[in-house]
């Protein structure tokens, strides 16, 4: 699906807040607020190199779940599945599912938040 | 009644007995009857609303309707309903040296079940990268559930307790992609909030790693 705020908004956020506060010489001396706005600027990197192809593995995912035939969004696919899964439709499949969840989930902390999954791995 | 609630509530706080306890039943002379009854299974009043929360949201998440589907369908009966904190972790409680001093945040109170704080007390999401201190990034759990215990006169009931913290990460992601749907909406630019957005899948990871080593282990 594809992810929002997207890269062009981070770096406007993120320039706004850099405007207001440069950034000191000593990185280790950073306030919050610049803090926040690079890892923004991480995020917008992170969507201009892996965001396209994100999109495309989602999609593989989903034809794995779904089948290749279905033309539907990303986002039509994630709302079929929400549907779904409140129905209790997928109640006996759970490992297929399971799967499609956590590459969604592991994707999106690749792009938010890479070392929290990496700390995760090796809990 | 409410009184005598708060007393059985307030030993999960560790405040102690005696001249404490006195002091807290003479401020504590409150009217609680505003508060709704959840019926028998609280778990299932909690899903509920955070389905409802997710409906208000334009983007759908599967892996939350996932976790929520998995709870519905484990809901416990709560027989022993008490007032909860129910955002009792730290960072809102107040310490002086040893002594517990005060406790904030009340304005999510609630009758639920008793392990419902527990839970989000110990919850992953709650232990701000301490990830062994298990019992709010502070402590040990079983110290914890032990001091508990000592205080209150219940048990811990250790078999639910990983059920209220799948219900406790839902929660904190729900509430993230409301934050975040703040600045997304239009209605409040914020980079915290758009960046508080992006720490829904943190809590959709542990609630897949949860759910995975519940069923494993065969507890649910």
Redesign the interface.
Known sequence: MRQRPDATEFERLADAILRDNPMPEDRKALSYEQRMALKAHDIAEYDRQRGEADMEEELARFAALYGQDTEASIEALNCRLADEIRAGKWDEAPEALTTLLMSQVRSRLKRSNPKYLRAMRGE | MPLQQLRRLFPVFGIGAGKDRDQIDTVIQCDLDFLPLPGAAPALHRIATY?GYLDELP?????L??A??WLE?RAPVTVDLVLCHADFRTGNYMVDGDRLTGILDWEFAAWSDPMEDIAWFCARCWRFGA?EREAGGIGEREAFYHGYEAESGRAVDRDAIPYWEVMAAVRWAVIALQQGER??SGGE?S??L??TG??A??M???V??D??RI?GEGRA
Do not use: G, K, Q, V
């Open positions: 389905r983007d759908p998440n599967p892996t309707e996932y929520l589907r369908l990830w600045h997304l630019e980079l915290e758009a960046l992006l720490r899948p943190e959709e990871l542990d897949l790693m759910i995975a069923e």
